[in-house]
């Protein structure tokens, strides 16, 4: 059961949120819960430490000419905050991971190392990758063709470790881009069980093809080997940990709840804030998390997301904690987006574990001088603090329509870039909109105060929303049938799928289904009219293996990529074949993935 948030000045809106159906339809209190991390996930071989392998790729330090678009960009004021930069491999290294028998050396391959772990039954192949003086770095692998089942891991010289995780990643483009770890250097190791690997098609292969580096940023939004370079002035920020309840009772939960962003938008890697959300389901929690549109609006940026919470100094005014030690949750699906209150709203890969806040949220709109308040990551720093007041007739929009957004006046605290997307918060604790910028005389300047933050209002992201917040069961899957989504077992699993033909350059469409809600929930895919090629079934196999078994058979040479989202886990696979003539029929099975909790 949801445990709702316990203070004073919101006493009477816990008195009838205790059960969700006495709320009004549009209002929904903010809620703990505590996530234990996995006692046993796998850890990784450490083959590349073991062995060791020299890096497959060593590359200088960032010098300026790396660094000095991000800097332009961050002190321009533009949204949202860069923080990182794609380093493209002189030479894309060629991965094919091979079945290695039993009693079989070590061998250096590929740029790296191949071996047999007996433990697991399974092949094993890793590799290193060193930028100097880099601060934290993630792999960028493509044409990812590796089974569902592959478990993959990241780790650096610290001891950080990321992991497992898997195809789940791969992104719309298919490039998987790896959780980030602590540098100068990063260790990718991929491990494919023998039960995992196909029994026919082409071997597990996939290519690094390019490294992120990002960067720690000054105050002012500038990587720290150019602070030199620091012009702005942020002395209006307020620590997070210097906050207590008795100065705004919501605290604690709000800064439970919010997340420092890390993604890849176009060519580019950015960051911003985020908040959980909670809804009217007290049985479960969902990963929901509301954002900006600028920050980012497609599938392929969600995929890349990297959430960290609980990064606030342990004291007030303390150093903030590394982020190689906080909770943190990689990849995600995006649901809902729109440029009209400028919201992203996605559902994490995961639950971060922790003593962790969701957010509630109201629609009801705040009159003239209503406090306000925010927790953000100005310039991709710790939890920061602003108090506001609603201004309905600010002296200035800036052109945003005063129907869709809120306008806030300073009172103490201020925002920067990496603030973008952070929840406007009543004295409750509850969302009423998402921070999309500034606006006056001096919007690059967060300590500005005849300046105006303005938010999307939540009273009009609502109605794109409402589905997930209050949902009437079968979970959160919405099917369309034409564009290559169907729900399954009355909603719990979302299949969405898209298939490659033969044409030169191949040419990518939706899947077109024919839902079958038997008993073994089967699902066909139509190529035309006359025909199915491909039929995938999500089977009960709960009171046998604890799973569900999932099983996807095809008479078609034509090569697909079907993403699989359990949608009250989370968990997610996706299923790959490339186009390949006419060698037909195949078959995939997985029954280890979706575990029916």
């Known amino acids: 059961m949801k445990n709702l948030l316990v203070v004073s000045v919101v006493a009477m809106v816990l008195i009838f949120g205790c059960c969700a159906h006495f709320l009004s339809a549009q209002e929904i209190p903010a809620a703990w819960t505590r996530i234990l991390a996995p006692k046993h996930a796998p850890s990784p071989p450490r083959v590349v430490e073991a062995s060791g392998v020299l890096p497959a790729v060593e590359m200088p330090a960032a010098g300026a000419t790396i660094v000095q678009p991000i800097i332009d960009w961050n002190l321009a004021g533009n949204l949202p ?14 991965v094919v991971v091979p079945e290695k028998a039993a009693g079989t050396k070590l061998e250096f391959v590929d740029g790296g190392v191949l071996t047999r772990s007996a433990a697991d039954d399974a092949t094993v192949w890793g590799s290193s990758f060193r930028v100097e003086d880099a601060w934290r770095m993630r792999l960028g692998l493509g044409e990812v063709r590796l089974p569902p089942q592959t478990q993959m891991w990241v780790y650096g010289d610290d001891g950080e470790t990321v992991g497992p995780f898997g195809t789940e990643l791969v992104g ?5 881009w790896t959780p980030s770890v602590g540098g100068p250097e990063i260790r990718l190791e991929i491990s494919i ?71 890849q938008d176009g060519v580019n890697w950015y960051s911003c804030t985020g908040s959980l959300v909670n809804d009217s389901d007290p049985s479960t929690w969902i990963p929901y998390l509301l954002t900006a549109n600028h920050c980012f609006a497609t599938q392929s940026a969600a995929t890349t997301l990297e959430a960290f919470f609980d990064y606030i100094p342990s004291t007030c005014g303390g150093a903030p904690p590394n982020l190689a030690t906080l909770p943190r949750t990689y990849g995600s ?43 953000s990551f100005p310039n991709g720093g710790s939890e920061s ?14 052109g945003y329509q005063l129907a869709d957004f809120h306008f806030d006046h300073f009172l103490s605290g201020g925002t ?12 409750n604790g509850q969302i009423m909109g998402q921070l999309g910028g500034a606006c006056g005389p001096n919007p690059a300047d967060g300590c500005d105060y005849s300046n105006y933050d303005f938010d999307g209002k939540f009273s009009v992201t609502f109605p794109y929303v409402e589905q997930y917040l209050l949902p009437q069961g079968g979970g959160d899957c919405v099917q369309d049938l034409e564009n290559g989504v169907v729900c399954l077992r009355n909603g719990r699993f979302e299949l969405t799928g898209t298939w490659t033909d033969f044409s030169d350059p191949p040419a990518t469409n939706p899947l077109i289904w024919t839902p079958v809600e038997n008993i073994n929930a089967t699902a066909g895919f139509q190529n035309n009219p006359t025909g199915i ?18 099983w996807l ?16 886990t989370g968990k997610q696979a996706i299923y790959t074949k490339p186009p390949q003539g006419t060698e037909f029929p195949t078959t995939q099975r997985d029954m280890e993935t979706f575990t029916c909790d």
Do not use: H
Not at 334 to 346: K, P, R
Not at 366 to 372: K, L, R
Not at 553 to 568: E, K
């Open 385 to 398: 603090f602003t108090e506001y007041a609603i201004d309905t007739s600010p002296p200035a929009t800036c």
């Open 416 to 427: 920067f870039g990496g603030s973008s997307g952070a929840a406007l918060l009543n004295s």
């Open 193 to 263: 069980s023998d039960s995992a690997r196909p029994t026919e098609g082409i071997e597990p292969s996939l290519k690094v093809e390019g490294i992120v580096e990002l960067f720690p940023l000054s105050d002012a939004g500038v990587p720290r080997l150019k602070s030199e370079l620091l012009v702005q002035d942020t002395s209006c920020l307020v620590d997070a940990a210097c906050v207590g309840t008795g100065d705004w009772p919501p605290i604690d939960i709000v800064t439970a709840g919010v997340a420092y962003l890390q993604f």
């Open 172 to 176: 719309p483009d298919g490039t998987l």
């Open 533 to 550: 090629q491909i039929v995938m079934r999500v089977a009960d196999g709960c009171q046998l293996t604890g799973t569900w078994w999932v």
């Open 81 to 94: 905050l860069r923080n990182g930069v794609e380093r493209t491999l002189p030479n894309a290294l060629d």
């Open 333 to 375: 699906t995006l649901l809902e987006t729109s440029t009209t209150s400028d919201f992203t709203f996605v559902r994490l890969n995961q639950v971060p574990s922790g003593d962790r806040g969701f957010l509630g949220w109201t629609t009801v709109a705040p009159p003239d001088g209503e406090p306000a308040a925010r927790v």
């Open 553 to 568: 058979g095809g008479f078609t040479g034509a090569g697909w990529d079907i993403r699989v989202r359990d949608t009250v």
